[in-house]
């Protein structure tokens, strides 16, 4: 088949309307595929299905005709089998647990979510391990993606990791066109981990430019945060090749760099001595490493795995000190080997 050629892929249910999940639903819409987007806030919603566009989180892209909103989950997903969950990682298991009732044994599930549980720590994949009482494929979308370039047709490379090779395959045929390059992957559990460890880090970069400390200090943090990242996804099962890849030093690197990047931003505004709340709402969007940073950092802790660029990112966040405290606390650390 050739890319961008009209297919008859079945209906696709994408749940979350932020920017990602509208990113994510617009570029599937464009190939004819007949995406159906939810969000649980009604009212914005009903507003972007009158306007046919994002107009908060990305107000230059029209909607395809074949993408509906809707705020209904059971009309949603019914009659669909794939599902593309772009919810906060907070938000994960809540809807997870509002999705068993309305799925069946024929259900597949892919997210683009990043981050780990709240309430316990866990992968998302474990999360639905959990909840879900049967067998389901899962898959995890993953790599260098900011929301509006991806939605102006940018070129972009992503990670599609999952264990079953019938739903990458298919995934990666839905999802790749002229400027939106799929990878398949197998390594999920490296995936996710990259995915819940950058952004605390990107915090840690974007602090280090808010105090002023210029390129030489970037590319050092972001070295160290590598390291971190491979050292506590290789513990947990992850495979070193993933960190290296598109999931993991490509995301990195992205968020880290760029002023696109919502952690970066929060971070930076922190490095230049704005209080933690007002920082948070200069974004006006969710933080997900805000969260990640401190629920990353007990899992390390309880696995004896060495984060300190993490700790400390957990500890300004929780107000426990400041931005130059932490970064005298790194620099002030014993000297190590590489």
């Known amino acids: 088949m050739a890319i961008d050629q009209q297919h008859s892929f079945a209906p696709m249910a994408v749940l979350g309307a932020g920017s990602w ?3 994510l639903a617009i570029l599937l819409a464009q190939r004819g595929q007949r995406i159906q987007l939810w969000g649980r806030n009604s009212d914005r919603i009903a507003e972007m299905s009158q306007q046919r566009i994002n107009a908060r989180y990305l107000p230059k892209c029209p909607f395809p005709e074949s993408l509906s909103l809707s705020s209904d989950l059971r009309e949603t997903i019914k009659g669909v089998r794939d599902i593309l969950i772009v919810v906060p990682s907070h938000a994960f298991r809540g809807l997870i647990e509002d999705l ?25 994949h474990e999360v639905v391990q959990e909840i879900i009482p049967w ?50 992957n197998t390594d999920i559990i490296g995936v996710q981990i990259s995915g819940a460890v ?5 915090i840690a ?38 960190f290296m890849g598109l ?18 931003r929060f971070g930076y505004a922190l490095g230049q001595g704005h209080p ?30 060495e984060m300190p660029i993490l700790e400390q990112v957990s500890k300004v966040v929780q107000g426990q000190m400041t931005a130059a405290e932490a970064v005298q606390a790194l620099l002030m650390r014993s000297i190590k080997s590489e």
């Open 135 to 184: 067998p389901i494929p899962t898959a995890v979308l993953a790599g260098p993606s900011f929301a509006a370039e991806v939605a102006q047709n940018l070129p972009t490379a992503i990670s599609v990791s999952s264990q079953d090779t019938e739903f990458s395959n298919d995934l990666v045929e839905r999802f790749h066109t002229r400027t939106f390059r799929p990878y398949i």
């Open 205 to 242: 970069a974007g602090i280090s430019d808010g105090l002023g400390y210029g390129a030489n200090a970037r590319c050092a943090l972001i070295t160290r945060a590598l390291a971190e990242m491979s050292r506590l996804g290789i513990a947990l099962g992850g495979k070193m090749e993933t």
């Open 100 to 124: 068993l009732p309305l799925i069946n044994q024929n259900t597949r599930l892919a997210w683009a979510t990043k981050g780990l549980d709240p309430s316990t720590g866990k992968l998302l």
């Open 276 to 305: 933690i709340d007002l920082a948070e709402r200069e974004v006006g969007q969710v933080v997900e490493g805000k969260q990640n940073a401190i629920i990353v950092a007990k899992r390390a802790q309880a696995l004896n795995i």
């Open 247 to 264: 999931a993991g030093l490509g995301d990195l690197v992205l968020t880290c760099t760029g002023s696109q990047s919502r952690n970066w």
């Open 21 to 23: 999940g509208t990113a």
């Open 198 to 202: 950058k952004n605390p880090l990107a």
